[in-house]
């Protein structure tokens, strides 16, 4: 999938990013994306929550694709209030 954990957050990336080793840059706000030296793209940095829940920054843009060909998949996905905010 193109999708990474980093400190209990789960993270989606774009597909074509899929089988690529980043590089990512950990700030109190952002996490920077690099393949190499590129940059590739900055993510919103997300919160895990007090209880011990792992936190979801997921982008819409980047897991549509496969939902499409899966219709019933929304009903129980677990990050479906952060697709649709």
């Known amino acids: 999938t193109s999708s990474f954990t980093l400190?209990?957050?789960f993270?989606?990336?774009p597909s074509r990013l899929i089988?690529?080793?980043?590089?990512?840059?950990?700030?109190?706000d952002r996490l920077d994306l690099?393949?190499?030296g590129t940059h590739l793209m900055t993510l919103p940095r997300g919160r895990s929550f007090n209880n011990g829940s792992h936190g979801?920054?997921?982008d819409y843009r980047h897991?549509?694709?496969s939902l499409r060909r899966k219709p019933m998949a929304l009903?129980?996905?677990v990050y479906r209030d952060q697709l649709f905010p």
Request: proline share 0%; aromatic share 10%; glycine share 8%.
């Open 7 to 9: 400190r209990k957050v």
């Open 11 to 13: 993270y989606t990336v």
């Open 19 to 28: 089988g690529h080793r980043l590089r990512v840059r950990l700030y109190d």
């Open 34 to 36: 690099f393949i190499g």
């Open 56 to 58: 979801h920054v997921v």
């Open 63 to 65: 897991v549509i694709h």
């Open 75 to 77: 009903l129980k996905l």
